[in-house]
Nanobody, 124 residues
Framework: VQLQASGGGSVQAGGSLRLSCVASGIPSDSYAVGWFRQAPGKEREFVAAVTWSGSKAYYAESVKGRFTISRDNAKSTVYLQMDSLKPEDTAVYYC??????????????????WGQGTQVTVSS
């Protein structure tokens, strides 16, 4: 299983970015995907997750109403649309796949496959 995250960049506060996570090596409609982020000097934290069907999505409180996670299984791609970005959203963003089904997708410990990360920088 390989995950490839992309779409990061530098934007001003209030701007938008869309991250993409492309998976290979596994059927696209068989896994949930989570997004996490790690800011300098801080621990990695949960951002959002979506179930394999796309029917359920989960968000950290800090991004609710601003970020939207979605997936296109035909393209084996999961997206994270980030709107109304704030300087505190600056971090390296990672997509990940959990090791088993039916787990709490907000908990990092359940994830075993990780993409390489993409940098998001929001300036004030």
């Amino acid at each position: 299983v390989q995950l490839q995250a992309s779409g990061g960049g530098s934007v001003q506060a209030g701007g938008s970015l869309r991250l993409s996570c492309v998976a290979s090596g596994i059927p696209s409609d068989s896994y949930a995907v989570g997004w996490f982020r790690q800011a300098p000097g801080k621990e990695r934290e949960f951002v959002a997750a979506v179930t394999w069907s796309g029917s359920k999505a989960y968000y950290a409180e800090s991004v609710k109403g601003r970020f939207t996670i979605s997936r296109d299984n035909a393209k084996s791609t999961v997206y994270l649309q980030m709107d109304s970005l704030k300087p505190e959203d600056t971090a390296v963003y990672y997509c990940a796949k959990p090791k088993v089904y039916g787990v709490d997708l907000t908990q990092e410990a359940w994830y075993s496959y990780w993409g390489q990360g993409t940098q998001v920088t929001v300036s004030s």
